[in-house]
């Protein structure tokens, strides 16, 4: 099918600014990419919400060849350490009720190969362990309130959640039988050891990164300028319609091609202002601190998460059980590339167990089970199947 055609099926409404936008992508890239010297122009989403985007609308064949849009580590639940959904499981099998979100429940361990070992929440609630879906913070606090037992929520997220956690320690509405096991995450370390690790491993560098749109309401557009300033790479923030993301490809190759690189948030001020969402920012900052953080597959990046406050230390749950942080070991199942694919190094296809021994109806590796996943975002979009039927459907 013709390119024109196609982004008509796809984009309908906004088909003509669409093919305007590819127009100029596919005009600018081959100039950008004589400019760089490279053959190859990188783009990383850092955010799952994006990568499904561009796997859901098939942005990836609307783009000349030389520019590859890869993700980044922006899954939450990907990236949470095995050893954490380890200790969280243990302590559900010791009889603390465990309240945590419905994608972190499923989420295998680095054990669940094993036969006999409890690999999962799912599988410690299946041998009899309290452990509670909720969806929200709030939830499991009435919960907890209600039930007095010894309880533990397992907190996962990035800076969009962790206000839905501070405001309700900082209002001092948790219930004392209720403790807080942090594996909470700050996207901006991660980005950029990201991009760091592309560059000292002597692959093709990252060119231009998309930030995450919903973080960026938190922490603001401005938390990205250190990807111009310090790494000379343009940064976009940009919402979640597809043309959103087209449109921030073509800034990044606008910025390339007239070298003033900025960081810049393109059209999603609709939601994102410059400095961000501050009241929620405060109220991280008073109830959390940043600390190392190990992620999944991939190891410990210096101030990367976030634990509660020494004012909050009856609350922290490896505080009050003695749970030690061990060191990070190797922690993916056999073959899964999970730390590959989050890095934006491997394609989900890159994994030989992808759709085989790995799929989002038994996911093996942790990037098959959330659907900010990029394995489980590949797995039910990544095929010419959805854009085809669209097609057909115009016609
Ligand atoms: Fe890991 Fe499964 Fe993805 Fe392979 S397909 S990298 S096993 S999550």
Known sequence: MELPKLIDALFRENGALARSITEQIHRLAPIVSKKLERERIKIMNFCGSHEWVTTHYGLRALMPESIELIPGPGCPVCVTPSSDVENVIKLALEGYTVY??????????????????????????????????VYSFIDAVEDAKKTGKPSVFFGVGFETTAPSYAVLFEKGKV??????????????????????????????????????????????????????????????????????????????????YTGDITYTNLEYRRVVKHRGNEFAQAEINKVFKPVDAIWRGIGTIPKSGLDLREEYSAYNAREQLGIKERPWDYDLPPGCRCNEVT??????????LFMKACNPARPWG??????????????RFGSTERITRIVSEVK
């Open 175 to 256: 219930p004392e039988n209720l403790l807080f096991y942090s594996s909470l995450k700050l996207t901006a370390p991660a980005a950029e050891f990201a991009v760091r690790l592309h560059k000292s491993k002597g692959l093709v560098p990252v060119s231009g990164v998309i930030g995450p749109g919903h973080v960026s309401s938190i922490i603001g557009a401005v938390s990205w300028d250190f990807f111009p300033k310090e790494y000379g790479i343009p940064a976009v923030v940009v919402g979640f319609e597809p043309i959103d993301v087209l449109a921030g490809v073509l800034k990044i190759l606008q910025d390339l």
């Open 343 to 352: 890095l934006g190094i491997a394609y989900p296809t890159d994994c030989p």
């Open 366 to 379: 942790p990037c098959m089970v959330s659907m900010e996943g990029a394995c489980a975002v590949w797995a």
């Open 100 to 133: 945590t979100f419905g994608d972190v429940f499923k989420l295998p361990t680095v054990k669940h190969y094993k036969q006999d070992e409890v690999g999962s929440l799912a599988a410690a609630r299946a041998l009899g362990a309290d452990v509670r879906i």
